[in-house]
Structures are given as C-alpha cells and as structure tokens.
C-alpha cells in the first residue's frame, strides 16, 4: 500500500504561476492511501481542492487552525486578537491587500491572512503588541495564535484516523511546513522552498513546485 501524504498546497501542489498543476488530481485520486492537505489558506479552499480531486475530504487548513477529518472539525486560534491586530494594522496605515470582498479571510475561522505585499515590518510590530505570531508561507504573512501549527493539526487528524504519524510522507515549501516536517518520518522541500523549509526538511529536491512534488510521488508509488 501507498504512504500516507501529507501535502502542502501554495507552492507545493501548483506551479510557478500559482495554479494546481492538473497532473496532481488524477495521482492523488488513485493513491489509495490517505491524503491529507495541510495549508495556510482558509478552510474551504483544501475542502473544494479534496472534493474536486475525489479524495476523502482530510484537511488541515489555516496553518493547524481548522482541522477536518471523518467528519469532525476541531477550531483552535483567536480570530478575535488576529482580527484586532489587522484592524490596529491598518489603523496605522498598513492595508491588507486584498480588496473589499476579501475572500482570503472572508471563510477564515482563526487566524487572518495579509497580502504578501503589505509593509511586514509594521504587521510585526502590532502582532508583536498583541502577542500574535507571523509566518511568511511566501504567499502571504498569517497573523495567528502562537503554538498553531500545521504538524499539530496533523497529529490530530492521525489521532481521529488511527494512523501512525511516522508512516506520513510530507512534502511542502515554506515555513509553516516545518512542524509537518518534524512530524513526519520522511520530508521533502520542493526547490523553491525556503531556508526554514529547506533546512527542515530530511531531503531537499531538485525540482521546483508540483515537478518535485510528482517526483516524489512517482518514486514512492
Ligand atoms: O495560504 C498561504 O499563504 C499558503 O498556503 P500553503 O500553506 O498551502 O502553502
Ligand atoms: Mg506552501
């Protein structure tokens, strides 16, 4: 039988320009082992992602926030002291890039997310006021809760499945894969990851984006 996976999205699943590499839906559909998306982005993204793959739905969204798996959702984090820092953030001038609709944090249960482009010195500084963290997915910056993390939703998933941490493959690009990572028994960085993500990771691949990801998949199949 096929490893289980755990799978970042941005960077990781996509390729350079940001979209889902199209290859990914039919390997993941046939792994015939589980598939859990582990990602910053907001709950309902890595839900539609599983659902049009044809996958079980095993998601961990917001960086560990929301964890969904056999039909249960577990909700950690402090939307409340996320929303105070962004609206202290651009109370001060900052904006948080995203337009009116806002559809990055409109779904966004625990955390809030800030456009990659936004002044990062400033979000610092007020998360560092409010006791909220900032991590740099090389998408956006995620102003949560300290302690959150994509490897502790991942844990909990494996609890309500009876699966075995050590047994996941985990494959990701950026600094909130890092707990995955530590999690897991065997970790990949794809090329483009960060320094966090590359040192973290057991092996570091050659190829970037959803190449080296599909490279892996390919050797492990
Ligand atoms: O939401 C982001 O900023 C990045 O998402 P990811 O964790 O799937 O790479
Ligand atoms: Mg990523």
Same mark, same amino acid.
């Given at each position: 039988?096929?490893?289980?996976?755990?799978?970042?999205?941005?960077?990781?699943?996509?390729?350079?320009?940001?979209?889902?590499?199209?290859?990914?839906?039919?390997?993941?559909?046939?792994?015939?082992?589980?598939?859990?998306?582990?990602?910053?982005?907001?709950?309902?993204?890595?839900?539609?992602?599983?659902?049009?793959?044809?996958?079980?739905?095993?998601?961990?969204?917001?960086?560990?926030?929301?964890?969904?798996?056999?039909?249960? $959702?577990?909700?950690?984090? %402090?939307? =409340?002291?996320?929303? +105070? #820092? @962004?609206? *202290? /953030?651009?109370?001060?001038?900052? &904006?948080?890039?995203?337009?009116?609709?806002?559809?990055?944090?409109?779904?966004?249960?625990?955390?809030?997310? $800030?456009?990659?482009?936004? %002044?990062? =010195?400033?979000?610092? +500084? #007020? @998360?560092? *006021? /409010?006791?909220?963290?900032?991590? &740099?997915?090389?998408?956006?910056?995620?102003?949560?809760?300290?302690?959150?993390?994509?490897?502790?939703?991942?844990?909990?998933?494996?609890?309500?499945?009876?699966?075995?941490?050590?047994?996941?493959?985990?494959?990701?690009?950026?600094?909130? &894969?890092?707990?995955?990572?530590?999690?897991?028994?065997?970790?990949?960085?794809?090329?483009?990851?960060?320094?966090?993500?590359?040192?973290?990771?057991?092996?570091?691949?050659?190829?970037?984006?959803?190449?080296?990801?599909?490279?892996?998949?390919?050797?492990?199949?």
């Amino acid at each position: 039988m096929n490893r289980p996976l755990a799978l970042d999205i941005d960077g990781t699943l996509t390729r350079s320009n940001g979209t889902v590499d199209p290859r990914i839906f039919d390997v993941l559909r046939d792994w015939g082992a589980p598939v859990v998306l582990a990602t910053g982005k907001s709950f309902p993204y890595p839900v539609a992602l599983c659902h049009f793959v044809g996958i079980p739905e095993t998601v961990v969204a917001e960086n560990g926030g929301v964890v969904y798996a056999a039909d249960e $959702v577990t909700v950690t984090g %402090d939307r =409340a002291r996320a929303q +105070a #820092v @962004a609206e *202290e /953030f651009v109370a001060r001038g900052g &904006d948080l890039g995203w337009g009116d609709a806002d559809t990055t944090n409109r779904w966004r249960e625990t955390e809030i997310a $800030v456009h990659i482009e936004s %002044d990062e =010195a400033l979000l610092r +500084a #007020v @998360a560092d *006021e /409010f006791g909220m963290e900032v991590v &740099d997915t090389g998408y956006a910056y995620h102003v949560k809760a300290p302690g959150v993390t994509k490897g502790k939703g991942l844990k909990a998933v494996c609890e309500t499945l009876s699966l075995d941490p050590e047994t996941f493959v985990a494959i990701g690009d950026s600094e909130n &894969d890092v707990s995955t990572f530590e999690l897991v028994d065997e970790s990949y960085a794809v090329a483009n990851a960060d320094d966090r993500a590359r040192a973290a990771a057991a092996t570091v691949l050659d190829e970037s984006y959803s190449d080296g990801t599909l490279s892996v998949l390919e050797s492990l199949r």
